[in-house]
């Protein structure tokens, strides 16, 4: 039996999943494209697994009894499932989508994991990336709304807080990635094409590394796990046999389109080193910097370079400071645009902030709380300031 989505959410739609396949790979679902971003590169070699559009009526383990004759291996990850799935969230996420017709309203799930008494969940940026609003659906069947944190795109980890702390709510124990090795067992729980509360069972497949760093100092890394991550599983967590979070479902490598026993996973000290950056850069705007010769095909300016914005997360420093997204999709320069947003020309004393400039954010700004920010909007160049100060704390400290 279908169960109606939550009535905040029956008036969205849902997209469906890309499939592109890169030259001697496999298709890999929900392919990114690649930009440069404040905060880096996005990863254009792994991709984002996709949400889905319905949740059918499950009910959550219902505290059965074990059976006598489970094996030991059985009741390991029967104790699992029911020590970590209160803290298993189900996030529904709204967004505005802009195409030739003008703007539509879409909606999105993802899964999550509460990890403090005081409401603070983890998740993957891709499953709030863009988000208008966001809601939680916790395990007492309640709908809570829920504020963005921080989010890191290249590392695919995000931070969310519900508006209202429910101590009551139970929450996960963060374990310790670098104690793990290949082969032993791991154990996933999300909402895989919108079926709630899924559980399954693998283990540690490898250890990925990439020539590429987050906020400058902490490499990328990823989990590979043949436990069963599709589609809606991403942001909820993998778990050790002692149900302590070890990673944040990210992306999957797929042929089909649907689980490979190949899926990616960020592990949790990643997580944990991005949380405790006191000195973070953290400004919420995805775009591209574009060159001289860009801006004049686009914009008809001339002017040396400058960073085109195309989104701007809600509730970020950038959009306190009045920052504006793009709202015509274009084609231009064999990729695809979001025109319409503002052209930041200077961050701080730094001119045209150039390719450089964006990568190493936090190495230029990171002693800075508040960036004058100079930008290009309606054929004026204007100046706001981004305040850092909400941002540049260690979350940490706030789990409890």
């Not at 703007?103 to 603070?120: A, D, M, N, P, T």
């Not at 919108?194 to 990925?208: K, P, Y």
Request: glycine share 12%; hydrophobic share 40%.
């Amino acid at each position: 039996m279908m169960r109606e989505m939550h009535p905040k959410f029956q008036k969205y739609t849902h997209a469906k999943p890309v499939l592109q396949g890169p030259p001697r790979l496999s298709k890999w679902i929900a392919l990114p494209q690649l930009r440069k971003t404040p905060i880096g590169l996005l990863m254009g070699v792994l991709l984002f697994t996709c949400s889905c559009s319905y949740s059918p009526r499950v009910h959550a383990d219902e505290k059965r009894q074990m059976p006598g004759y489970l094996t030991s291996d059985e009741i390991q990850s029967a104790k699992v499932y029911q020590e970590a799935l209160p803290a298993v969230v189900t996030i529904y996420v709204s967004h505005e989508v802009y195409q030739d017709a003008g703007s539509v309203q879409r909606g999105g799930i993802g899964s999550g994991v509460l990890i403090s008494s005081e409401g603070h969940v983890l998740t993957a940026a891709h499953v709030v990336k863009g988000a208008e609003e966001i809601v939680v659906k916790t395990q007492d069947e309640n709908m809570r709304p829920a504020e963005l944190l921080f989010s890191e795109a290249t590392a695919d980890i995000a931070l969310i807080k519900l508006t209202t702390p429910a101590p009551e709510l139970g929450h996960a124990e963060l374990g310790d990635s670098d104690e793990l090795v290949v082969g032993q067992a791991a154990y996933a729980i999300g909402s895989p094409y919108g079926l709630e509360n899924s559980f399954s069972a693998g283990h540690i497949s490898g250890f990925r590394s990439f020539d590429r760093y987050y906020d400058g100092a902490i490499q990328a890394k990823f989990l590979q796990t043949d436990a069963a991550i599709n589609m809606g599983n991403s942001g909820g967590p993998l778990l050790n046999s002692k149900a302590q979070v070890i990673g944040i479902a990210s992306q999957i490598l797929s042929v089909s389109g649907g689980f490979q026993g190949i899926g990616f996973v960020v592990p949790i000290n990643t997580a944990k080193e991005l949380l405790s950056l006191k000195d973070r850069v953290w400004l919420g705007i995805e775009g591209i910097y574009l060159n001289r010769e860009g801006i004049a095909k686009l914009m008809n300016w001339d002017l040396k370079g400058g960073l085109l914005i195309e989104r701007v997360a809600k509730g970020s420093p950038a959009d306190k400071a009045g920052l504006m997204g793009g709202t015509v999709p274009s084609r231009m320069l064999g990729r695809d645009f979001l025109l319409g947003g503002d052209l930041i020309l200077e961050f701080g004393s730094q001119e045209a902030c150039d390719s450089d400039c964006l990568v190493e954010v936090n190495k230029r700004f990171g002693g800075m709380d508040k960036i004058l920010v100079k930008y290009l909007r309606g054929g004026k160049i204007q100046e706001t300031t981004i305040d850092l100060t909400s941002t540049r704390r260690n979350f940490l400290d706030e789990i409890k």
